[in-house]
């Protein structure tokens, strides 16, 4: 998995000093915003957390990309011990075979086009695919930028798709009650609407 979430802030100087008070008002903020509970903040040290500017840098992103990776495990975790090591496997999240986000989707067409790849082949392409399996693909598809030697193809992404699908497999219908994403022909051809993601 590439390095993520180093580069928001665990090889800061003061990566390992306690979060901001700025930090800790956009927390509360957000918290409330998205329903989230964060029992560090109710009560200085109630919970034994020392939560540092690095957790708090990660933590506020993700709540912001309304991730899955956020799970009250993690926020646990948070101010426990060295920094966080990743989420997991898609396949462990809660919502991992929801729709992908508008972030998610924005992201793949923002990575597929600095790989040279048509929009319209990226739409076609993970139509279909699930929160989880787009996240995998965004972790391909970052790799791939990060050592980008030549321009890439449609055959390129459906490969790339394809072992998304199989690493992150939608359940069988007998485990369980989820509902699978309807894919619609508009939102093919429409995609998602635009949404800044730094790649």
């Known amino acids: ?20 008070e700025p930090q800790e008002r956009m927390l509360w903020y ?25 957790d708090a840098c990660v933590l506020i992103d993700l709540i912001k990309a309304e991730s899955p990776k956020v799970t009250p495990e993690y926020i646990d975790s948070l101010g426990r011990s060295g920094p966080y090591e990743g989420p997991g496997h898609p396949t462990t999240w809660r919502y991992c075979h929801d729709p ?8 793949m067409i923002d990575l597929t086009k600095a790989l040279l790849i048509p929009v319209h082949a990226t739409r076609k392409r993970t139509a279909g695919l699930t929160r989880g399996q787009a996240s995998w693909l965004i972790d391909i ?6 050592r980008f030697m030549r321009p890439l193809d449609e055959k390129w992404l ?13 359940p069988k219908a007998e485990e369980t009650d989820i509902e699978l ?12 609407p635009e949404v800044k993601v730094e790649t």
């Open 30 to 54: 957000l918290s409330r915003k998205h329903q989230i509970c964060l029992p560090f903040l109710e009560s200085e040290n109630a919970t034994g957390q020392r939560v540092t500017k690095a």
């Open 158 to 170: 459906e490969d790339a798709v394809a072992e998304c699908i199989m690493e992150v497999p939608l």
């Open 100 to 107: 992908p986000t508008d972030w998610q989707r924005q992201w």
């Open 181 to 192: 994403p309807k894919v619609e022909e508009q939102d093919i051809l429409m995609g998602a």
């Open 141 to 146: 598809l970052r790799e791939e930028k990060s």
């Open 1 to 20: 998995m590439p390095d993520y979430y180093d580069r928001y802030g665990y090889e800061w100087a003061t990566a390992d000093e306690d979060m901001t």
